[in-house]
Structures are given as structure tokens and as C-alpha cells.
């Protein structure tokens, strides 16, 4: 069975830092692209940032370009995201999800999601 668990949420002050992990287990991370997506209260779902299978490139939206960087480590099947400068709209649930597609900015591609972890940041 596949499972992916964010841990690394909470409540920060604008400016600060956070760094979230995701644990995965029941799959082989090295075969799967990464990604993060985040749900704010009333919004829909939005990519945030993705890495592809080796780890050696990362991609972001504009929103968080400069500010929040996912990396991986496959021995150890975990996916993380750096969340510097964070800013109240930041707040959400941050998922991390799975895909065997290049395609990941579509949400659709995803096969395997985590239970999401919050993160509130405050002004």
C-alpha cells in the first residue's frame, strides 16, 4: 500500500521559514516524479513546486519562484520543500504528491497523494 506523510507544518510569522518533509513508503521514490500542492480555505488546489525522478531539476510556480525549493534525497524515499520568506497568503494544506508523468503542473497526473500538513503563516 502507498502511503505519503507530510509532517513539517505549523504556524510561522511572515519572513520566517519552514521546512516540510514527505515520507513515503509502498513505492520506489526514484521511479516517480515529485510534486508539491497547496489548498488555501475556499480555493481551489494549485501546484507549488515539482522535481523530477533524479532530483537534478526543480521547478516552481511564479508565486513562490525564489522563495520555496523542493529537493529529494531517494535513498532515504523522502521529498522535501524550503519555504523561506513565507507570507500570509502563503497559508494552506501542503500536499506532496506522486507521478510517473512530465507533465507535473497538471494536478490530474498525480496517482499518489499525501493527507496534506498546514501551514498558517501570520502577518
Known amino acids: 500500500q502507498v502511503q505519503l506523510v507530510e509532517s513539517g507544518g505549523g504556524l510561522v510569522q511572515a519572513g520566517g521559514s519552514l521546512r516540510l518533509s514527505c515520507a513515503a513508503s509502498?513505492?520506489?521514490?526514484?521511479?516517480?516524479?515529485m510534486g508539491w500542492v497547496r489548498q488555501a480555505p475556499g480555493k481551489e488546489r494549485e501546484f507549488v513546486a515539482a522535481i523530477n525522478r533524479s532530483g537534478g531539476s526543480a521547478y516552481s510556480a511564479d508565486s513562490v519562484k525564489g522563495r520555496f525549493t523542493a529537493s529529494r534525497d531517494n535513498a532515504k524515499n523522502t521529498l522535501y520543500l524550503q519555504m523561506n520568506s513565507l507570507k500570509p497568503e502563503d497559508t494552506a494544506v501542503y500536499y506532496c504528491?506522486?507521478?510517473?508523468?512530465?507533465?507535473?503542473?497538471?494536478?490530474?497526473?498525480?496517482?499518489?497523494w499525501g493527507q496534506g500538513t498546514q501551514v498558517t503563516v501570520s502577518s
Open positions: 509502498g513505492l520506489t521514490l526514484s521511479n516517480y516524479n
Open positions: 504528491a506522486a507521478t510517473r508523468s512530465s507533465y507535473f503542473r497538471n494536478l490530474r497526473e498525480y496517482e499518489y
